[in-house]
């Protein structure tokens, strides 16, 4: 299809080990932004690209969190350690328009990580 | 700093029902107010948008508009259906961050019985 891949779809993994989480975008959308969504909760920004670069990334929680996009086009997400509490659903979304704030989001169906 | 406050769920109602979403915000400028909605086993995806004030966002019967004066955008249909039962989330792009970090509220469940 022609929107946003995210894989896995579900991740259970235990508390201290390594996660990457993928995500790709639609064909030509310039930009790339990660959110993380708990359960009852809206999405939370954690970062976004414009092209291969990250041109905010303050919503990352701490450093163990980490993101790339080499190409400008397939984005991981990287967590290291995990713990617990980083359990959630991370959506990824992109965008064409990032000239005005008027873009819409297009967003995958996002990989659901449990950390045990 | 910029925040969005939508009503809390569950909503239950009847179908043909008038449906109303409270939502508010926080923000410095002119953000732009969006409404997405999650359907079951289904990716966020554009409800509506209003990029001004006093603009009103429109689609699939859904209307809200751009209340500068109250900071508000409340989300209305007049004739709900059962497949209307959904998450929708209002969110807000500050206008002081070019557009690059959308905010979105808690969301609020909405059932529709037949």
């Known amino acids: 299809g022609a929107g946003v891949s995210q894989t896995p779809s579900n991740k259970v993994t235990e508390k201290g080990k390594y996660v990457e989480l993928r995500c790709d975008p639609i064909?030509?959308?310039?930009?790339l932004y990660w959110y993380r969504q708990s359960l009852g909760q809206g999405p939370e920004f954690l970062i976004y690209?414009?092209?291969?670069?990250?041109?905010?990334d303050s919503g990352l929680p701490n450093d163990r969190f980490f993101a790339v996009r080499p190409e400008g086009s397939v984005s991981t997400l990287k967590i290291q350690r995990t713990e617990r509490g980083d359990s959630a659903v991370y959506l990824c979304?992109?965008?064409?328009?990032?000239?005005?704030?008027?873009?819409?989001?297009?967003f995958g169906e996002g990989s659901r990580l449990t950390v045990l | 700093g910029n925040s969005v406050t939508q009503m809390e769920g569950p909503v239950t109602l009847s179908e043909e029902a008038f449906l109303t979403i409270n939502c508010t915000y926080t923000a410095t400028g002119y953000p732009s107010l969006f409404w997405y909605v999650q359907y079951p086993g289904e990716g966020l995806q554009l409800l509506l948008k209003a990029t001004k004030a006093d603009d009103k966002g429109s689609n699939k019967g859904f209307e809200a508009t751009y209340r500068k004066e109250t900071t508000s955008f409340h989300l209305e249909k007049g004739s709900v259906q059962v497949s209307d039962s959904a998450v929708y989330f209002c969110?807000?792009?500050?206008?002081?961050?070019?557009?690059?970090?959308?905010?979105f509220g808690a969301g609020t469940r909405l059932f529709v019985k037949a």
């Open positions: 979304a992109s965008s064409l328009n990032v000239g005005a704030n008027t873009g819409e989001l297009f």
């Open positions: 969110a807000l792009t500050p206008s002081n961050t070019g557009g690059f970090k959308t905010i």
């Open positions: 064909s030509g959308h310039t930009a």
């Open positions: 690209f414009q092209g291969t670069g990250a041109a905010d």
